[in-house]
């Protein structure tokens, strides 16, 4: 694009970015309340306040009934956050927001350094942002690694990227290898960039790949070695050979959130074929757009497990939004191209004019209920709070405010019971009357665990309501 037609991106940019502040409200407002957000906050707290501890072991541990199948860096960082006072849950939500920002930070570098054009890349990123904060709001501001993660990953690719493959030194790769394994051990379903970096590298320098897979590989042992020597094979066999229910059908939940994505995706898709010709396998371009082809392969994959989010698809949305804005900075120039760039923003942003109005609905309500909620939550925690010695938790966010180290990690534990294992010892500690009381979710009349099996351990046990407030119920063992 020339100067001239930089007069209607700045105001986007600015409109763009007025919206994602005021999107920023409500994740402000709900923030710093002891509510959680999404039952995978008291997890990731669980398993951090665990490694501040040092008194559990963060996989297979006997004393937590807690499946861990996260790499361990999150939980090291965090942990380390915990044993200086900080709260894991709310620290982990800023730090997730910041994850977004230091993303689009990238987002922005990385186009710029292929196209030269900052005012085109500014403009992709506040979309960008917007799109984090709307369609996939449920990780701008929760506690959980991936938006860490593919802060990192992108770290690795800007390092990558340059005009001239030349310039693309041994450091540089070295340096790239560092934050793309940094990035494998924060979250470990980002499989999608190493490979189109590795195939991108094979298709135009042989030597440079050979070097790459070699730093890529020595650092990856490097750090199997540390887990093996602190984790034991536990490790392994809790990471890889993870117990997960598939089916065939949960591929529409992975597909369904790209219409979410649908204007940078078929924006980038557009400009990427249509430029196509002129492109060799050299510009970043053609890294990039294998970078969307396999976040879309490996995300559909992903989503075929239970209990998998819409984040497994976040590589794709990273992708196209970078395909976007390398695209729109390539436009060819002539009497036309203002037009073709205001026609491809236009598509770019229709699906957030549907969206922006269902998420201030959304928002309005979630803020109105989370002080309500934070009321009723503080008063179970400090109930829970009497008996922290000996508390089993649903929600593991409870036993985490509450100051327990005792949690049960439901979804992962019904995986397993499906799986036909039998988890010997929660059932012989809730026989034996351990827990002084026991956190569900339900009224007097009917509650659960969220598994019909734990439910009658329960009942046999001799668990009774003790405590009841029409959400959440404590269970003592009754005589």
């Known amino acids: 694009m020339s100067k001239k037609e930089d007069s209607f991106v700045w105001p986007w940019c600015l409109a ?13 407002l709900v923030m710093f309340h002891h509510v959680p957000l999404d039952v995978n906050e008291g997890w990731n707290a669980q398993l951090a306040s665990w490694t501040a501890g040092g008194d559990h072991q963060l996989y297979s541990s006997d004393r937590g009934f807690v499946f861990n199948n996260y790499p361990p860096l999150s939980f090291v960082l965090m942990g380390g956050l915990v ?12 730090l997730s927001c910041l994850s977004v920002l230091a993303s689009a930070v990238l987002i922005v570098r990385i186009i710029q350094v292929v196209t030269g ?51 693309l030194t041994w ?74 229910v598939i089916r065939l059908g949960r591929v529409i ?39 969307l082809a396999f976040g879309c392969l ?26 976007c804005g390398i695209g729109l900075a390539r436009l060819p120039e ?31 309500r979630q803020v109105q209920t989370v002080s309500l909620k934070d009321r009723e939550w503080q008063t179970y925690i400090q109930a829970l709070k009497m008996h922290s010695t000996s508390l089993l938790c649903t929600d593991m966010a409870l036993c985490y405010w509450a100051n327990s180290r005792d949690a049960i990690d439901g979804f992962n534990l019904s995986q397993a019971l499906k799986k036909n294992q039998d988890i010997v010892a929660l059932r012989s500690v809730i026989a034996q009357h351990r827990f ?27 668990y009774r309501p003790v405590m009841d407030n029409g959400e959440l119920i404590l269970l003592g063992y009754v005589h």
């Open 253 to 291: 939940h992975g597909l369904r959130q790209l219409p979410l994505m649908g204007g940078m995706l078929l924006v980038g898709l557009g400009l990427f074929f249509r430029q196509w010709r002129s492109l060799k396998w050299q510009d970043p371009a053609c890294l990039v757009g294998l970078f």
């Open 436 to 462: 002084s009381l026991v956190q569900l979710y339900g009224t007097s009349a009917h509650y659960s665990s969220g598994n019909l099996t734990v439910d009658s351990w329960l009942a046999k046990a001799g």
């Open 117 to 167: 054009r900052l005012p085109v890349a500014l403009a992709t990123a506040s979309l960008f942002l917007v799109t984090a904060n709307t369609a996939f709001q449920g990780y701008f501001g929760m506690n959980d690694p991936q938006w860490l993660a593919q802060a990192l990953m992108l770290g690795g690719l800007y390092v990558a990227v340059s005009r001239n493959v030349a310039d």
């Open 298 to 323: 490996f995300g559909c994959l992903e989503s075929l497990g239970e209990g998998v989010d819409y984040n497994c698809m976040f590589d794709a949305f990273v992708a196209a939004t970078l395909l």
């Open 83 to 94: 044993r200086l006072g900080f709260d894991a849950i709310i620290t982990g939500r800023i």
């Open 334 to 364: 002539g009497p036309e191209q203002k037009r073709r760039f205001v026609r491809a923003c236009c598509v770019m942003s229709l699906p957030l004019l549907f969206l922006l109005p269902l998420w201030g609905v959304t928002s309005y």
């Open 16 to 28: 763009w970015a007025v919206l994602f502040l005021l999107t920023c409200l409500r994740t402000v």
């Open 171 to 244: 450091r540089r790769l070295f340096l790239c290898a560092v934050l793309i394994v940094l990035g494998g051990f924060t979250k470990h379903n980002l499989v999608a960039l190493p490979l189109a970096l590795s195939v991108w590298l094979l298709c135009i320098d042989l030597k440079k790949a050979v070097l790459w897979g070699m730093m890529a590989a020595g650092l990856l042992l490097v750090g199997f070695a540390s887990c093996y020597e602190v984790y034991g094979v536990s490790f392994f066999r809790d990471v890889f050979l993870h117990q997960r």
